[in-house]
Nanobody, 115 residues
């Protein structure tokens, strides 16, 4: 059974930085693509960034150059470094693991960016 637990988010001023982490439990991780999604109030959940087991990354256009996804396979951790945050980045951020059978989600963590 896979469980994903995100770190606590927080409140940050526009232009500031925040780092999120996601701890995975279970027997699988290193070969699985991981992702961060987010859901802003009143909006649909959207994909923010992905990272393959080999470390290849992709980003939503609006976060390119500001967010960095990374992973540590030995620790079963995935990270999201967020810089130059904007009020539009305010959302609940979710960690996700892709598998052949199903996707696993964390419970989410709230990030609030004040203007």
């Amino acid at each position: 059974q896979v469980q994903l637990v995100e770190s606590v988010g927080g409140l940050v001023q526009a232009g500031g930085s925040l780092s999120l982490s996601c701890a995975a439990s279970g027997s699988i991780f290193s070969s699985n693509t991981m992702a961060w999604h987010r859901q802003a109030p009143g909006k649909q959940r959207e994909l923010v960034a992905t990272i393959t087991g080999a470390g290849s990354t992709n980003y939503k256009d609006s976060v390119k150059g500001r967010f960095t996804i990374s992973r540590d396979n030995t620790k079963k951790m995935v990270y999201l470094q967020m810089n130059n945050l904007k009020p539009d980045d305010t959302a609940v951020y979710y960690c996700k693991m892709f598998t052949l059978g199903m996707d696993y989600w964390g419970k989410g963590t709230l990030v609030t960016v004040s203007s």
